[in-house]
């Protein structure tokens, strides 16, 4: 596609939901972020993929998120048994490289996830 | 202490200001520096690279100063429109393997007033 493509754009959770979103990066991008960014303040660290292969998980702040991209292309966050401080956004990010191309993280518009 | 640093601010100028917003980061293997710029309730875009030679486009200027371990962002003559979080990124690792974090600040907020 032309670019990031995240869904749902909007997520409202009951408290101890499963929540599962999307992000469809740049076809051919091989590198895959994930970031939570609570209101007012730069975005978080969660994930990172390269191609199908989560190679840095240190963001993730328990057990009860998880990520995947499969098939080295569309990824997945999801969050089990939501509680009320996951409400954020997430925005998810593509880089062309690593190894080259453009360095240029590309963002999607994110989903903002409000958990009552 | 956070891997990187900005003033939150807000920063509150007239149209015209000069303004000039400040990023530290501690890391001093980081690879590459970037401004982002975020309008509310957006994602955040490139705004511009920043290079040990700094680099300008337009009124904006970049700038790296590895030995103090900072980049700077300038703008002038600003307008109603550059009212926005203008996010510092910086790439701190990047391993045999191609592994990266990109690092953010957590951004300051720029006002500009008519």
């Known amino acids: 596609g032309a670019g990031v493509s995240q869904s749902p754009r909007y997520k409202v959770a009951k408290r101890g939901q499963d929540v599962a979103l999307r992000c469809d990066p740049i076809s051919g991008h091989v590198s895959l972020f994930w970031y939570q960014q609570a209101l007012g303040q730069g975005p978080e660290f969660l994930t990172y993929f390269q191609n199908e292969a989560q190679l840095d998980k240190s963001g993730l702040p328990s057990d009860r998120f998880f990520a995947e991209r499969p098939e080295g292309s569309v990824s997945t966050l999801k969050i089990q048994r939501t509680q009320q401080e996951d409400s954020a956004v997430y925005l998810c990010?593509?880089?062309?490289?690593?190894?080259?191309?453009?360095?240029?993280?590309?963002f999607g518009q994110g989903t903002r996830l409000t958990v009552v | 202490r956070k891997e990187v640093e900005q003033d939150p601010g807000p920063f509150n100028v007239p149209e015209g200001a000069t303004v000039a917003f400040n990023c530290t980061y501690s890391?001093?293997?980081?690879?590459?520096f970037f401004w982002y710029r975020q309008d509310c309730r957006k994602e955040p875009k490139l705004l511009m690279s920043v290079y040990s030679s700094g680099n300008e486009d337009g009124r904006f200027t970049a700038q790296l100063n590895r030995a103090s371990q900072y980049i700077s962002l300038l703008i002038r003559d600003s307008k109603l429109s550059d009212s926005a979080t203008y996010l510092c990124?910086?790439?701190?690792?990047?391993?045999?393997?191609?592994?990266?974090?990109?690092?953010f600040g957590s951004g300051t907020r720029l006002q500009v007033q008519p």
């Open positions: 890391n001093s293997a980081s690879q590459s």
């Open positions: 990010a593509s880089i062309q490289g690593p190894h080259q191309g453009s360095t240029e993280a590309f």
């Open positions: 990124v910086v790439i701190l690792r990047f391993m045999d393997m191609g592994r990266r974090a990109l690092t």
